[in-house]
T-cell receptor
């Protein structure tokens, strides 16, 4: 059983459209991280959210941590082909141990 | 470039064999983490070493073992390989100065194919 469920697993959109992907869990996390992974490379950290209800923005990406610190969402505004990648969420389990979801594969078509 | 290096990049071997994957952490990082990524399981934490000592264990099989050397590089040993061990193996490192939410920097991975 996956500790973190990400949905949708796969999403394909046209350049310029908006999208939202989700990361859900029944567990509470002290923090939650979002990574992007491109083919042939390791995951790269995008953001860490710590406080329930917290919203962080990274250019056109908006990350929100749920009030109960069990879920998170990532919203991309006016998606670009460079946003294509596998988006992974990870919950911290203590001592910097991370539990990852399976990811949201996003494809932005030019 | 994360500063974490992993060798080899690709590895093809046969069932029953043993392989060693190598990781050099970023300069100054004391913690090394090993992960396995497969299509059906996603990215799974295997084991963590801190300054030469094992700190945490995840879903690591008994056929797998790891160690961290005095120069802080780490090796992951996979033995009695099975077809299902085919996956991407990532190493990550962090400073691990005792705080939370520390950034883990991932290497480019080793793609293992067991035939």
């Amino acid at each position: 059983t996956q500790l973190l469920e990400q949905s949708p697993q796969f999403l394909s959109i046209q350049e310029g459209e908006n999208l939202t992907v989700y990361c859900n869990s029944s567990s509470v996390f002290s923090s939650l991280q979002w990574y992007r992974q491109e083919p042939g490379e390791g995951p790269v950290l995008l953001v860490t959210v710590v406080t329930g209800g917290e919203v962080k923005k990274l250019k056109r990406l908006t990350f929100q941590f749920g009030d109960a610190r069990k879920d998170s969402s990532l919203h991309i505004t006016a998606a670009q082909p460079g946003d294509t990648g596998l988006y992974l969420c990870a919950g911290e389990q203590g001592n910097n141990r991370l539990a990852f979801g399976k990811g949201n594969q996003v494809v932005v078509i030019p | 470039d994360s500063g974490v290096t992993q060798t080899p990049k690709h590895l093809i071997t046969a069932t029953g064999q043993r392989v060693t994957l190598r990781c050099s952490p970023r300069s100054g990082d004391l913690s090394v983490y090993w992960y396995q990524q497969s299509l059906d399981q996603g990215l799974q934490f295997l084991i963590q070493y801190y300054n030469g000592e094992e700190r945490a264990k995840g879903n690591i099989l008994e056929r797998f073992s790891a160690q961290q050397f005095p120069d802080l590089h780490s090796e992951l040993n996979l033995s009695s390989l099975e077809l299902g061990d085919s996956a991407l193996y990532f190493c990550a490192s962090s400073q691990d100065q005792g705080g939370q939410q520390e950034t883990q920097y991932f290497g480019p991975g080793t793609r293992l194919l067991v035939l």
